[in-house]
């Protein structure tokens, strides 16, 4: 399948998500898993209106997660948690922005403000927040104590990860 076309559909979901409009969630969760699976690379064929890789997929499946977590938080099940992370956790360590790219875009007529929410990891991380907020909601609205990101080993290593300058460059 193209990631052009992939793409699309993500963004139709996540336009029906913000519309609050009902989907099986769990379908577009493996669809997720099974982009950010994809080799990552470009494959550029020339054509200037198709996707050059899986790249633009993969930014939209992590705005496809912060849209569902945002707006439908309250209704995802804690059964989906797992995967929501795992995916998060791939999109997180994207190679998007790379050192060179951030130098020439995120300093430039973007600034880094802008350019983090045009780049893979920068919408990841967006959504990683989202995904943090979902636990702190879903706790609440159980009557649980909000877990704090001690509770969250996964996604505070993630975070610290992405706070490391040795690593961020």
Not at 33 to 58: A, I, N, T, Y
Not at 59 to 82: F, K, M, T, Y
Not at 152 to 165: I, K, W
Request: proline share 7%; glycine share 8%; hydrophobic share 45%.
């Amino acid at each position: 399948v193209d990631p052009t076309y992939v793409r699309a559909v993500l963004h139709g979901l996540r336009m029906a998500a913000h519309e609050a409009a009902p989907f099986g969630l769990g379908e577009v969760l493996a669809l997720a898993r099974w982009v950010v699976l994809q080799p990552r690379e470009d494959f550029r064929r020339g054509d200037m209106d198709s996707d050059p890789g899986w790249g633009w997929s993969r930014a939209e499946v992590a705005r496809l997660i912060s849209e569902v977590l945002n707006r439908r938080g309250a209704n995802v099940p804690a059964e989906h948690a797992g995967v929501l992370l795992s995916v998060l956790s791939v999109l997180v360590e994207d190679p998007d922005p790379s050192p060179e790219d951030e130098e020439r875009y995120g300093r430039g007529s973007m600034g880094p403000a802008t350019y983090a929410i045009n780049c893979v990891r920068g919408v990841a991380v967006e959504a990683l927040f989202a995904l943090v907020r979902w636990y702190h909601v879903t706790a609440t609205n159980e009557d649980r104590v909000p877990p704090t990101l001690a509770d969250l080993p996964e996604v505070r290593a993630l975070l610290e990860r992405r706070l490391d300058l040795e690593v961020e460059e």
